[in-house]
């Protein structure tokens, strides 16, 4: 009985000898540079960058501080400044950790409309997907509307007739949709070129003298009373602005 513990033990181990023998083989061939072997598929690159992300981000959430007038106007300067550091913690910050989580763990580019499916089933993901739709289809419908409205005189006078101004916002609705049509890669440099494009403007005029010899920061504490402030418009507005951060998920597949 001895001999044969000891000779099951021998054999046992010359298995595990030319197992390891193997596995050095193995990982000898995926070093070698030379080796006739196809390698094994890697990820596919970022197609979008960190940087272009963030543009991304920025033209699909604030996209500037056009159209913010209206808030300042129904409650008051100092109100509208508590909300606008108030409301990106409250509102935005959960918006924005709920999209990166769900944009890792489901790293496809459908977005939202998978994570609805996903979570609540196909009815729930058909309504969610016609709901945003009618929802793109109003909300997008305002951005040249509103680009052309900041196209004025000194005097405040439109600067492009009706005639033009049809052809200008038909102009940009078609140029963004063929960049949509085109792929990921040019929606990418051309958010950062129109993010360069609307923050020059803001830049330039922090610095102009005229503007900082009348700047005022006492009329920043003023506030419109309670019984004449518009709620409905100003949180309105301001959650316009606002919102839009999962969107992001529909192009998490090619960032992750």
């Not at 509307?145 to 196209?151: G, I, R, S």
């Not at 033009?164 to 950062?192: D, F, P, R």
């Not at 019984?227 to 998490?252: C, E, P, R």
Request: aromatic residues 10%.
């Amino acid at each position: 009985p001895g001999l044969k513990t000891t000779s099951e033990e021998t054999g046992k181990m010359e298995d595990e000898i030319k197992l390891i023998d193997l596995n050095n083989e193995e990982l000898q061939q995926d070093t070698n540079p030379n080796s006739t072997e196809e390698p094994e598929e890697r990820a596919p690159p970022r197609v979008v960058s960190i940087w272009k992300m963030i543009a991304v981000a920025f033209l699909l959430t604030s996209g500037g501080p056009f159209g913010v007038e209206p808030s300042v106007a129904t409650a008051g300067p100092l109100v509208a400044l508590l909300a606008f550091i108030i409301l990106p913690i409250i509102y935005c910050l959960p918006q924005a950790l709920m999209t990166a989580e769900l944009g890792t763990m489901i790293s496809e580019n459908g977005g939202y409309v998978i994570w609805i499916e996903r979570g609540f089933g196909r009815f729930i993901g058909y309504l969610n997907s016609m709901n945003r739709l009618c929802c793109n289809i109003c909300d997008l419908a305002v951005y040249p509307v509103l680009f052309t409205d900041y196209l004025t005189t000194p005097s405040g006078a439109p600067l492009l007739n009706n005639g033009y101004n049809y052809l200008l916002k038909l102009g940009m609705v078609s140029t963004v949709g063929v960049l949509n049509v085109i792929g990921l890669e040019l929606v990418g440099i051309a958010s950062a070129i129109f993010t360069a494009i609307i923050l020059t403007p803001f830049i330039i005029e922090a610095g102009y003298p005229d503007v900082v010899e009348n700047l005022n920061p006492s009329v920043w504490v003023e506030t419109t009373s309670l019984k004449h402030m518009q709620w409905a418009l100003f949180f309105s507005v301001l959650l316009w602005n606002y919102t839009g951060w999962d969107q992001l998920g529909a192009i998490a597949d090619p960032f992750h």
